[in-house]
């Protein structure tokens, strides 16, 4: 769960219990106990050991979501709690892509609990790479839209799906901005700073390995002559 604002807090809090979050008051880490705000979006995970591929000890075949076993089906079961209290109007969530996996219902449960509580929702598989980092990691994220009254009519899904199709243009779109284009040229001011930082951090600590060398050199010879 992503850390949240109370109402008047200037630092973001880290609740300690996602549980804890169907509440109107929260144990908070960084202030003690404090009151669940409400956000327009909110994005948020659960646990992913029960439903990853790289768990070894997992059932491929069993559904852990629907039996509410291990620690997904738990942390799910809290955040739809919270859902059911809060009811933020839009929902993004992460969690492995084996949550798609066509061998269990985990995927279908996981939507029907949303719909159940008047929810809509999409899912998009994204991997890393496709955003510049050096790794290949496939995530799964659900954006859900809440029908609010008057809305029973429209089709609310629909814009679940183009949220997911607008990703997956971005991503795969041969006009693919470089990572090159997020990175300040060597002769940006702020760049040139920071390089002298450094090279003048490392003349420092050079400089004290040289002296604690040197006088490590002189207690052994004092040592020695003893």
Not at 131 to 152: H, M, N, S, T
């Amino acid at each position: 769960m992503r850390p949240l604002f109370a109402a008047g807090a200037k630092s973001a809090c880290v609740f300690k219990d996602i549980g804890g979050l169907c509440n109107e008051m929260c144990e908070c880490a960084v202030h003690g106990r404090c009151q669940v705000a409400f956000s327009r979006l909110h994005v948020s995970g659960f646990s992913c050991k029960d439903l990853s591929k790289l768990n070894k000890a997992r059932d491929a075949g069993r559904s852990s979501l629907p039996d509410r076993s291990g620690t997904s089906g738990a942390t799910l079961d809290a955040l739809m709690r919270f859902v059911t209290a809060h009811m933020p109007p839009i929902l993004v969530m992460e969690n492995v892509d084996d949550l798609l996996s066509h061998t269990s219902s985990n995927f279908a449960f996981l939507l029907n609990e949303l719909e159940s509580r008047g929810y809509q929702a999409d899912a998009a598989e994204l991997c890393s790479m496709d955003y510049f980092v050096p790794q290949r990691r496939k995530r799964c994220y659900v954006i859900a839209y809440l029908v609010l009254p008057g809305w029973e009519g429209r089709a609310v899904a629909t814009q679940a799906r183009r949220a997911v199709a607008l990703t997956n243009r971005l991503v795969h779109s041969r006009a693919a901005t470089s990572l090159n284009s997020f990175l300040l040229p060597e002769s940006h001011a702020y760049v040139r700073s920071e390089l002298e930082r450094r090279t003048q951090a490392r003349s420092a600590a050079s400089k004290e390995h040289e002296q604690r060398e040197e006088l490590w050199k002189e207690q052994y010879q004092k040592e020695l002559a003893k």
